[in-house]
């Protein structure tokens, strides 16, 4: 199923967190002939270009359970996180000055050459490095990376009309040469501010080669051009965007190519963007414009891996700094189980001791023992691999209460406008069809799916022999919450009543559960809308479903979501066949378990648990994420 990041909708750009396996669905032919925008099932984030000073208006989409995840901003939310992380990465700096120094590795692949620790079969063995009681649970690598060198040729500018892809110019790159450089001018072309108005965008074509990375590189000495970077495929899907350099100016993307084919690179001005790419006439208005150079290449880039020795349960953290742009580990079978090209550590709670700051941020919680990969790409030149490892947070018995009665809380702490006070689930029962009689009965289910996807599952699986949970509730227990390793999660209230427009939201992402008092929200009023909107449990109850069971076990699967992130879950992919309790919202029969049948609480409804899948690929990262496994050695005694 293609996959909206980022919606180019009536020919506004609204930016959106995008990675190499990131795609937009092109509208068909129909669409295009009618100027109808893409609509397709959205796993990112869409909003206008953000302030990274700026905290992004409602929740973290990183955290909560969107009812519709493409309307927030992934953009403005990476460029925050990044800022919280360098200052939270100061903080600990001060703390590890006063840590025991760390083992101190070189990288032994002299500086220009390639091939020598490129894969996790040939990475450099790292030894004294671990959790055991002879290591040093601390890590600095330095090396270099040298990727291919390419002198690009210059050609002349494309003739105009080139705003679409079956208008751009040729530029060779990928087949005759490897770089080519040109100077153009936004606002030139048939529909900038002094044609039709409809706004002027620059395609170029180019083939990719899989495995090889491409660069586009766009500098504006004069003139008032804001300049993004889209990259298309040749059936107009959108596979890979940036905007501004790390240095705020001008604009710069880095794409390594999934697969051969042709590819199409289109410069344009803030903010306006091609509404259909085979279309010049499909902005909805001129947008910044100015001239502008532009160096596009594909060449060689170089890996480096390291291998470190890990036990079961052992958290491993690591960032890095100077000229690598991507960070990642793979696991044992020397598959990728976390690929980063952000810093998303400030969703660790205040007391997690993972690292964070630099260019890029990992983290993996392994779930056997063995050899691990550490690896860094994208870049040229020296760069500094911080890494940890730590033992899961050690406490007594973690607690998870469920609070059906309702509560006064701060929803400050999930983006929300401060205290608030939230109804109780029975206030949402005549909404699904049920009556007061059935509270208990609902409660019952609600509970047993928990139960069932936190700790039996859990035991299950055999991971972890010191997994231990104890899920309370408040019809049966008092409340327990302020009390040490007592983490909630309030089931009721609604949007309008919290402030929060979501469906759940946790406070933290917490690999190792080093914060065991955390909070987290199950709102109710859109799980209980009238029948039409698929996150409404009411589309999918006829009078052949078992209303308490669907009710119970859906929001019982979103409540167990919103527990997977405080005890160190990302979200996966939602539109892939493999149902995940993680899965990001946008596709939510399959996180509420509604069968074939389309109906919910019939027998073909499948159980929908923890377990392996890929990360979602509209948050930045790359892997297999063992959302079991996470949870199972994370929440241990």
Sequence with gaps: MRRTIAILAAGTLVVAGLTPSAVQARPNDDERSTGAATTAPSVGLAGVKSNAAKQPAGPNPFLALLPDPAKADYVGWKNWLAKQGNQRAGLRAQQRAAAAAPVVADEEEPTGVRGGNDTPATAQRITGFGTGARDNPRLRILGTLSPER??????????????????????????????????????????????????????????????????????????????????????????????????????????????DGTYYVAVIGFPAAPGDPFDSASGGGAGSEGPYRVTISTAEQDSDFFAVRLRPGDVLGASVEGSAAQITVYDPDHREVHGSDQDASALYPPNSPLPGGGNAVTEHVADRAGWHYVGVTLGDGMYDITVEA?????????????????????????????????????????????????EDAVIDAIVAEVRENLRRDMIESGLNQRFDIRILNSRDHADPFGQANVSRIIVGGSIQESGVPTIGVAQFIDPGNFGTQDSALVLLDVLSDPAGDEASLNTYLTPDSDRIGFVGRAVGNVTAHEAGHFFGNWHVDQFNDQANLMDQGGNFPLLFGVGPDGVGGTADDPDVDFGEDTFNPGEGFTGVENTLGRIAFGVTR
Excluded: C, K
């Design 150 to 259: 390419v002198d690009a040729t210059e050609i002349a500018p494309n003739p105009e009309d080139d705003g679409a892809i079956p208008l751009a110019g040729e530029t060779g790159v990928g087949a005759t040469e490897q770089a080519v450089t040109t100077s153009a001018t936004i606002g030139d072309g048939p529909h900038g501010s002094a044609g039709s108005g409809s706004g002027d965008f620059d395609f170029y074509q180019l083939t990719g080669t899989a495995g090889r990375t491409l660069t586009v590189d766009i500098d504006t000495p004069t003139g008032d051009l804001d300049p993004v970077v889209l990259l298309y495929d040749a059936e107009g899907s959108l596979v890979g965007l940036n905007d501004d350099t790390p240095e705020g100016l001008d604009s710069l993307l880095v794409h390594r190519f999934d697969a």
């Design 390 to 438: 730590y033992r899961p947070g050690q406490q007594p018995r973690q607690t998870l209460f469920l609070d059906f009665d309702g509560a006064r809380i701060n929803t400050a702490i999930f983006g929300g406008p401060g205290v608030r006070t939230l109804s109780p689930m029975r206030a949402f029962l005549g909404r699904w069809g049920l009556t007061a009689d059935d």
